[in-house]
């Protein structure tokens, strides 16, 4: 993540390198942070789309089902991509 940060000073606008920030802060747990940094990335309905990804992967589905909700409810054009992680997230929770 400090790597992330540093490089932010040289490159203030770029979205790989939030992108990149974000997941790094998620993974060390720092989770409100790392939906900051993908919200810098590419607004609010994509960083709650990338955080629901990231708690479907650790397996954390009702939480990832609630951010993908919100990726829709803040940007209803985004509906396809968010629909389709719920459901992925939803097969995953019926296949346990």
């Not at 397996?59 to 968010?82: C, M, N, R, V, W």
């Not at 992680?85 to 296949?95: D, Y």
Request: hydrophobic share 40%; no cysteine.
């Amino acid at each position: 993540a400090d790597a992330f940060i540093k490089a932010l000073r040289y490159d203030p606008e770029n979205g790989v390198i939030y992108n990149n920030l974000g997941l790094a802060l998620f993974k060390l747990g720092r989770h409100e942070q790392a939906f900051e940094s993908f919200k810098k990335a590419g607004g609010e309905a994509t960083a709650n789309n990338n955080i629901g990804w990231l708690y479907m992967a650790e397996g954390q589905y009702s939480k990832a089902l609630d951010a993908f909700g919100k990726a829709i409810e803040k940007k209803p054009s985004y509906y396809i991509t968010a629909q389709e992680n719920k459901k992925n997230a939803l097969s995953a929770i019926e296949g346990r």
